[in-house]
């Protein structure tokens, strides 16, 4: 019995050896009524946020009372120039560095937005991971002048371990002027912890010898029967 369990009781303690930590990674909501912001209200642990930025645009006073489900209210991040066709010329920005020693994985994007009647009416995410050559998440936007979710984007992207910028574009407006404003914008995902050279050594180690203990004790079991 104890040889059964020593492989299993080893498994475990090479997964402890590399934890993860999943959840949001980092949100933005610009701040509150009077006081914009394009600094991160959140960041995970192990992670560097930059400022909310773009091609053009800033952080502008909102309302104090969300305008669509789930939204904080307060300020909003906006800019004019969406024309063009997908992905678009005109981009918001975002820069997150790991830690030494860790990885970040991205799974998912959710923001508000508001699209005049002559703005974008698609988005798209792409990220400097692949040189901005590919969508990581994309949709259509309805371009009304009211608030709504993006809702939540899947996205698959991991083993970043260098700073990586995500470009949010926005294109197909019908018109220069015509603006996008962007609230609560998050993306969630893990941060995983990478385990040092002598991490490995010493499991490698360690399941060389769960081996050897169970070979020889079905070796002594084989030579009762």
């Known amino acids: ?91 918001f920005e975002f820069t997150l560095t790991p830690a030494n020693g860790y990885t970040l994985q991205i799974t998912s994007l959710i923001f508000g937005y508001r699209a005049t009647a002559t703005g974008p009416t698609a988005f798209a995410l792409r990220s400097s991971a692949n040189g901005y050559g590919s969508n990581l998440a994309s949709g259509t936007l309805t371009n009304d002048a009211a608030w709504y979710s993006s809702g939540s984007q899947s996205i698959t992207l991991s083993g970043l371990n260098t700073a990586t910028t995500f470009r949010l574009y926005g294109s197909g407006a019908s018109g220069g002027s015509g603006t996008w404003r962007v609230d609560d914008v998050s993306l969630a995902g893990a941060v995983t912890a990478v385990p040092e050279p002598s991490t490995y050594a010493a499991l490698l180690g360690a399941g060389v010898l769960a081996v050897r203990i169970w070979r020889r004790r079905r070796e002594r079991f084989a030579s009762k029967c």
């Open 1 to 91: 019995m104890r040889a059964r369990f020593f492989l299993p009781v080893f498994v475990a303690a090479a997964a402890a050896a590399l934890p993860t930590a999943g959840g949001q990674v980092v949100t933005y909501t610009f701040g509150s009524t009077g006081s914009p912001t394009s600094s991160a209200n959140f960041s995970a642990t192990h992670v560097t946020v930059s400022t909310f930025t773009g091609s053009t645009g800033s952080p502008g006073t909102g309302g104090t009372t969300p305008l669509y489900t789930a939204g904080s209210g307060g300020s909003y991040f906006g800019a004019s120039g969406w024309t063009g066709s997908a992905p678009g010329n005109n981009y």
